[in-house]
């Protein structure tokens, strides 16, 4: 075998030496042979040929042998390179159509930009709103959202009673709501799928929204807070408690309790131990040593009763309270307190039926809602899920409303580029555009069609105050650069789209929910005086600042915008700065900012979607605010009925409790039944008000921007889409949850008159 | 190598591995370390070694392949049948190749790993926050854990044992390879497409050029591949679906779902390549043209047709070849930018948004996918190297 040594050309002439390719010696050892490779001449390492020697071998041979012959007849045809190069692009091309070969649908009767591709189709798991506009037309939960007017409309239950204390619904299910397998879809269903939505297992990040179900909060969360407090967190305290024997400052306390996760673990076991919880609230003075110690002790007794009561809850939810299935048309729902949006939350993706012959399968676990697999109860089966190309939808032909579904086939097309989408629209290849998915360059051209929406939208933008860190940790400061932002610039100049300035953090238009009287409004006179007060007058010796927003052009055009007005007004140098979205995200949580943007969508129509995140180390609260007066407001608004039997510790907080104990006489004087759920509703939205109200007129711990108003492009022939929604009463009010459901929309082909 | 020289290569090392210590942390330093002297180590495999390695690695990549895509006993098959022609007939170069793919995957693995962690943020970081049982239950289900190096552990095992790329995070219920196959025919076809265009194209341009150069066409087609190579490609492509989709109609504006969808994709995809193809070409021809074998070529009383074709053209195109390599590699696994203009579900697009989503499975499995679309590619020029220059011939 030849070596590699062999092969290498010497240096010398260019010329190889070792002429001989191979040698074999014969048997007898009488005779060598060599084999000579073919005459072959190497290079230096240029290109260029002093020597001219390599003229022979820089002949490109037809046939890799020394031949100068075939080169020396003037061939006029093709040379083997340019054949090469020719096979070579045939060969591409070839393969090109040969995979390139796909069936070819129809257009769908209904085609949709459906902004993104979708994470999952488990409706308990899903997140985003693209995810939910194709789990409503999949699925269908208790309830359904009338296209109309947003009312609960029924949906596998055909009817349902509030109990007149309106603690218990009791949904009455229809006998043909059926599985696209053919089996009915009976209470058990839906026991099974509240359960499986509160197990930690599953990891579902809307698994709160029915912790108003009595043992939700218990079944899901409590066997986890327990663990914490037994394996972390107390031996942690009791370290701690070994540690500073003679107390410590409540600074470094508070930052024990948020690395370490105590409050969400331990508050739902205080109960009414009020010291307890004064001491997780405290945040200025000195926390004693006897307290630490008091605390450690307290941490083990807690967790057994989280145990308990979490082995309560599991004995009895899906069994009889919480949630249960007395027979198979009958699915009874306990709530904690009255809960005047569950009927809302019923028709919402979370609580909506999943199959349980494929969800418990091992198999299928991760990939049962996948087209091959998906067993579903909705207006649509899912036909086809092509990644990042569309999905298609078929008409479920075993819905029970399936006569009131028009389309045969919807289209959705996962479309990220806002041009291309508004170019697709533009087109004709898409019916519907739906919010805020066009170039916002382009805003005010497309205001000028006559086939542009816009509604206001369930949205505040607001910026964060890290509220731990100093100058920021000074309420008049915070206050100080609310009052010397004018909103109405940024409205009008960077968004241009009709857009409400805010100066309260729930969004206007929630029925029943009127927003206290805010402070925050333009007055450069006083933030200046406000920020002198705090000791930096004219801005002497603020220190520079930053405002940090994740990359987007929007968000850097406002930030800009507000960083320049604080400057202006009140003389102080705060610099917009951005973060990629992960990065942004855990600077957040890390509070390691000091002004930063956030919005916020409620999930439902009611202001606790907006303000319980505010609560003391509130899983999105992200700015270290905390006000035990602003939490105990929160927890009585949360159950009302508890607030009635000991309202003093509550009303003792508000500067005037007036209004409030007017709500309460108007409670008591009502009768049962419906009249008192009234009432009851009414003081619960007051005691929201107080909250907010804490918000925007003492504390500031962020500063409202505005509240979104959503635009969009649509068919003038889409039937039964309603950007604003229409009342029997012949009023009419913004879709601000923006929910579409596909189940009604339709395309009139038949060139009817516009909508 | 003379002392001096290994006293500058030691402190090199030396450099370098404090270097990745302080870098990664100490004990993910010396790993890189260790690996990258694994890797470099191929190098001197010995012709017998290198083709039992070679087949022995090759064989295992087979065997994964095909256990993914068949099935175990397929896949057994294919790994003895291709250890076997690999032994036999494939030369050692190629298998000098797969020699160093292999532990090169593990280090690409490890590194990526390693700094995909060093990143902020996590694939279960939502701007609702996760409480922390639901991230837990969320990183066990899917199998990434707080650390790195277990991490690493969990996915290598997956990779090894059960032959999977492991779960996407953000397209859940499906893994990563389920989500790369249906997408690399598209890139594959797409890419093949935009190659050839940009081969025609720039090669034409480009040797036009040469032959005459500092004449109108040169300046005039020069000219243009600056133009292609400077302008962006969301901008060629806004404009051309304006002009082809909008104002004329003759084409989809985008989508995927029969041959019109192709063209403009392509033809945006291409025309950066074209231009920087053409330059090599020009610069290629310039040089050959000068050669004295052309002069002999001339004198021999050849025609022009005849000299440009049969004797400038294959010494041409050789920087065009070996820039052919990496662009082919880098064409066929997609370009975000223009997936994401004509919604063409390719794979580039996973490049962005698996680091976007900090989705680590789907980064490592882009990774995997280029380092051995590339490793594959190079090969390929390697080969048409040979078959084009006499003088690469002899050391194949």
């Known amino acids: 075998m030849q070596t590699k040594k062999c092969e290498r050309p010497t240096k010398k002439n260019g010329v190889d030496s070792r002429i001989a390719a191979s040698w074999g010696v014969a ?60 096979t070579a692009f045939a060969v591409a091309l070839l393969t090109v159509g040969l995979t390139f070969s796909r069936t070819v649908d129809a257009p769908a009767d209904f085609r949709f930009v459906n902004e993104t591709e979708l994470q999952t189709l488990d409706p308990h798991v899903m997140t985003g709103h693209p995810e939910a506009r194709i789990a409503e037309a999949v699925f269908e939960g208790l309830t359904r959202y009338d296209a109309k007017t947003h009312h609960p409309a029924p949906g596998v239950a055909a009817s349902w009673v509030v109990a007149p204390d309106g603690k218990r619904i009791t949904f009455h299910l229809r006998p043909n709501a059926y599985w696209t397998n053919g089996r009915r879809v009976i209470a058990a269903d839906f026991v099974y799928s509240w359960k499986r939505l509160l197990d930690p297992a599953l990891g579902s990040e809307y698994a709160y929204i029915i912790f108003p179900v009595r043992y939700a909060e218990a079944l899901s969360t409590y066997d986890g807070h327990a663990t914490a407090l037994r394996t972390t967190i107390a031996p942690r305290a009791l370290a701690l408690a070994h540690d500073h024997a003679n107390g410590m400052d409540a600074p470094s306390w508070q930052r024990f309790l948020a690395a370490n996760d105590v409050n969400d673990a331990l508050s739902p076991a205080l109960g009414n131990d009020a010291d307890l919880r004064d001491l997780l609230a405290r945040r200025a003075g000195t926390v004693t040593g006897a307290e630490l110690r008091r605390f450690a002790a307290a941490i083990g007794p807690a967790a057994d009763r989280l145990r308990k009561s979490a082995a309560e809850a599991r004995a009895h ?6 949630v249960f299935a007395p027979d198979d048309d009958t699915f009874v729902v306990d709530l904690k307190a009255p809960t005047p949006y569950f009927l809302d939350i019923t028709s919402f993706n979370p609580t909506f039926p999943v199959p349980k012959e494929l969800t418990e399968d091992p198999r299928h676990h991760d990939d049962w809602f996948l087209p091959e697999n998906i067993i579903s109860n909705g207006p649509y089966r899912l036909k086809r899920w092509l990644v990042n190309d569309h999905i298609r939808l078929e008409r479920n032909e075993l819905y029970w409303g399936k006569s009131e579904v028009h389309n045969r086939t919807v289209d959705a097309f996962p479309i990220e580029n806002e041009t291309t989408s508004l170019n697709l629209y533009l087109a004709g290849e898409v019916d519907w555009l739906p919010a805020q998915h066009y170039p916002s360059d382009l805003v005010d051209e497309l205001r000028q069609r006559p086939d542009f929406y816009r509604h206001a939208g369930l949205i505040v933008y607001f910026y964060r105050f890290n509220t731990t860190r100093p100058p920021f940790n000074d309420k008049r400061v915070r206050e100080a650069l609310n009052l010397a932002v004018d909103r109405q610039v940024i409205v009008d100049d960077v968004l241009r789209l009709g857009q409400i300035p805010a100066s309260t953090i729930v969004p206007p238009g929630l029925a029943g929910y009127e927003p206290p009287v805010s402070s925050i409004h333009l007055d450069v006179q006083k933030a200046r005086s406000l920020l002198a007060e705090a000791g930096f007058p004219g801005g002497k010796g603020f220190p520079d600042s930053g405002i940090l927003y994740n990359t987007n052009e929007a968000h850097k055009k406002i930030a800009e915008v507000v960083a320049d007005q604080l400057n202006r007004n009140l003389g102080i140098k705060v610099n917009a700065y951005n973060q990629e979205w992960q990065s942004f995200l855990a600077t957040c949580r890390n509070l390691d900012f000091d002004i930063a943007r956030g919005s916020w969508v409620g999930d439902y129509p009611d202001p606790n979607t907006f303000l319980d995140m505010w609560v003391t180390n509130g899983g999105n609260n992200d700015t270290g605010f905390s006000s035990a007066s602003y939490d105990r407001l929160i927890r009585a608004a949360a159950d009302v009925g508890s607030f009635l039997d000991a309202p003093e510790s509550v009303l003792a907080d508000l500067d005037d409790a007036g209004p409030v104990r007017e709500a309460m006489v108007r409670v008591a004087q009502a009768s049962n039944g419906p009249d008192r759920l009234r009432a009851l509703a009414a003081l619960r939205m007051r005691l929201f008000r107080e909250a907010e109200s804490i918000l925007v007129n003492d504390e500031f711990p962020v500063m409202p921007i505005y509240f979104y108003v959503l635009g969009g492009l649509a068919n003038p022939n889409l039937r039964g889409f309603y950007p604003m929604l229409q009342f029997e009463d012949g009023t009419t009010a913004p879709n601000l949850q923006d929910i579409h459901p596909l189940r009604d929309i339709w395309v009139d082909r038949s060139g009817g008159a516009p909508r | 190598m003379n002392r001096r020289g290994r006293i500058v290569l030691g402190s090199l090392l030396v450099a370098l591995v404090v270097g990745l210590a302080l870098a990664l942390g100490v004990r993910e330093g010396l790993a890189v370390a260790f690996g990258l002297a694994l890797i470099s180590s191929t190098a001197w495999l010995g012709p017998t070694t290198a083709r039992i390695v070679g087949a022995v690695f090759g064989a295992a990549i087979a065997f994964g392949v095909t256990r993914a895509a068949e099935g175990a006993l397929p896949g057994v098959l294919v790994a003895v049948a291709f250890a076997f022609v ?3 007939w494939l030369p050692v170069r190629v298998l000098r190749r797969i020699a160093f793919l292999v532990p090169s995957l593990v280090l690409l693995i490890f590194t990526t790993t390693i700094l995909m962690y060093r990143a902020p943020g996590s694939p279960f970081a939502q ?17 990434v854990p707080k650390s790195a190096i277990s991490f690493f552990e969990i996915y290598m095992r997956r990779l090894v044992v059960e032959g999977t790329l492991g779960p996407a995070i953000k397209v859940r219920g499906r893994t990563v390879e389920q989500l790369l196959a249906p997408a690399l025919p598209v890139s594959l076809s797409l890419g093949l497409l935009a190659l050839v265009i940009a081969a025609a194209l720039g090669l034409l341009l480009g040797m036009r050029a040469g032959l005459k150069p500092n004449s109108f066409s040169d300046h005039a087609s020069m000219g243009l591949a600056t133009i292609g190579i400077s302008l962006p490609s969301f901008v060629i492509g806004a404009a051309m679906m304006i002009v082809f ?32 193809i053409a330059r090599l070409a020009r610069s290629g021809t310039i040089e050959v043209m000068q050669q004295d074998f052309i002069r002999t070529a001339r004198a021999k009383g050849l025609s022009e047709r005849v000299i440009v074709l049969r004797h400038a053209l294959p010494g041409a195109i050789l920087p065009v070849v070996s820039f052919l390599g990496p662009a082919a ?3 066929m696994t997609g370009s975000f930018v223009i997936e994401t203009l004509f919604d063409v579900p390719g794979v580039g697009q996973w490049f962005v948004k698996g680091a976007i989503n900090r989705d680590y499975s789907v980064v490592l499995g882009t990774a995997i996918l280029y380092a051995a679309l590339v490793t594959f590619f ?5 080969l048409a190297y040979a078959w084009l220059d006499p003088r690469v011939r002899g050391q194949l």
């Open chain 2, 245 to 276: 989709a909008l104002k004329l109609g003759w084409l989809p504006v985008a989508g995927w779902s029969g041959y019109r969808h192709i063209v403009m994709p392509a033809v945006t995809l291409a025309l950066p390549y074209a231009a920087y």
């Open chain 2, 127 to 143: 701007e609702k926050a996760a409480t922390p049982d639901v991230e837990a239950a969320l990183r066990a289900r899917y199998g």
């Open chain 1, 27 to 86: 048997p007898d050892g009488e005779r060598i042979t060599f084999r000579f490779r073919p005459q072959r001449v190497f290079y230096e390492g240029t290109t260029r040929d002093r020597h001219g020697l390599g003229l022979l071998a820089a002949e490109p041979s037809p046939e890799g042998e020394g031949g100068y012959s075939r080169a020396s007849r003037d061939d006029p045809g093709m040379d083997r390179t340019l054949l090469g190069i020719l």
């Open chain 2, 329 to 331: 590699a880098g064409i």
């Open chain 1, 317 to 322: 939810f899906g069994v009889d309270a919480g």
């Open chain 2, 378 to 382: 190079n090969l390929l020029v390697d």
């Open chain 2, 86 to 88: 690999a032994f036999k």
